[in-house]
């Protein structure tokens, strides 16, 4: 099976930082990766799919990038909202693997 | 307004069985590809099952595989996860998703605790 790694775990910025999250397959997934958001006590929410395709009422600020193996979520500039651990997860074939989440908060 | 809300959760001793519900609205159910996802106390999202609209294909980890059923029923809008042999290791949250580019709905969730 194909195996999903984030970098960091976690990671604290301050307000209007930018800040980039990578995932990596341990093969390749042409574009077929998926963001999700969830906020402490939430439910998690899609932020893009297709690797850099914006999920309708996501902000601008968030966008993906990347195809094959090496994939990066980037805020560019973090709100206070934003506090939240994001997950990758493959979407080429089963099993449809979550990357273990990289936490982001406020510095 | 597009939603799925999950049911059936609870306590189960080990070895036990607990059948969760997923019931949609606001969209033609029929036409989505559905899935189980959990999530154990503290730890991070594990995609659990999928299948497809029509229910010609089904999918499970191997977390799960042999003891976890899904099914649909299309006519009642409702997903279904069948838990058998339950384990400790089963305790999590259980999120419904729909499946369009990516999970693009999710429920509440529904709290399966496995403990004597």
């Known amino acids: 099976d194909i195996q999903m790694t984030q970098s960091p775990s976690s990671l604290s910025a301050s307000v209007g930082d930018r800040v980039n999250i990578t995932c990596r397959a341990s093969?390749?997934?042409?574009?077929?990766l998926a963001w999700y958001q969830q906020k402490p006590g939430k439910v998690p929410e899609l932020l893009i799919y297709?690797?850099?395709t914006l999920q309708s009422g996501v902000p601008s600020r968030f966008s993906g990038s990347g195809s094959g193996t090496d994939f990066t979520l980037t805020i560019s500039s973090l709100q206070p909202e934003d506090v939240a651990t994001y997950y990758c997860?493959?979407?080429?074939?089963?099993?449809?693997?979550f990357g273990p989440g990289t936490k982001v908060d406020i510095k | 307004e597009v939603q799925v809300v999950e049911s059936g959760g609870g306590l189960v001793k080990p070895g036990g069985s607990l059948r969760l519900s997923c019931a949609a609205s606001?969209?033609?159910?029929?036409?989505?590809?559905m899935n189980w996802v959990r999530q154990a106390p503290g730890k991070g999202l594990e995609w659990v099952s999928s299948?497809?609209?029509?229910?010609?294909?089904?999918y499970y980890a191997d977390s799960v595989k042999g003891r976890f059923t899904i099914s649909r029923d299309n006519a009642k809008k409702s997903l279904y996860l069948q838990m058998n042999s339950l384990r400790a290791e089963d305790t999590a949250l259980y999120y419904c998703?729909?499946?369009?580019?990516?999970?693009?709905?999710w429920g509440q969730g529904a709290v399966v605790t496995v403990s004597s």
């Open positions: 998703t729909r499946f369009s580019d990516g999970f693009d709905v």
């Open positions: 606001g969209f033609t159910f029929s036409s989505y590809s």
């Open positions: 299948i497809s609209d029509r229910s010609e294909y089904i």
């Open positions: 093969q390749g997934i042409s574009n077929s």
């Open positions: 297709a690797a850099s």
């Open positions: 997860q493959k979407l080429n074939s089963v099993p449809l693997t």
